[in-house]
């Protein structure tokens, strides 16, 4: 934590996050940054649809700008979101039919915007 031995010797800290559903192979897609930069640290992203995915049973409105932005800028493959969504994802979720909803209110407001 900020203050804590590891932020006070090497100027660095990591912030606990609560746990979120991602698709279940998510791992074979992670994507490594900054390779090479740390000696003993390896840093992973996740690909830009788990990430989207990831957002969605909080589904605030900074997740749903994420998604719009994610859309906007990779941009995002609707047809890929929404397979994702239904072999890796919906399973695990607590209320999979309120999701199925929020995945299909992001994916038309994705399409609007891409209207424009």
Do not use: C
Not at 77 to 85: P, Q, S
Request: no cysteine; charged share 35%; hydrophobic share 35%.
């Amino acid at each position: 934590m900020q203050g804590g031995p590891l932020h006070e010797k090497y100027h660095i800290y990591l912030d606990r996050v609560g746990m979120a559903k991602v698709p279940e192979n998510y791992q074979d897609r992670l994507a490594e940054i900054f390779p090479k930069t740390f000696k003993h640290l390896r840093l992973f992203a996740l690909d830009p649809y788990d990430l989207a995915l990831s957002k969605l049973e909080r589904n605030i409105q900074r997740d749903r700008d994420d998604v719009k932005h994610l859309a906007k800028i990779v941009p995002l493959d609707l047809g890929v979101l929404h397979e994702r969504y239904q072999k890796e994802l919906r399973w695990q979720l607590g209320n999979p039919e309120r999701e199925d909803i929020t995945l299909r209110l992001w994916m038309e407001a994705i399409e609007e915007e891409r209207s424009w």
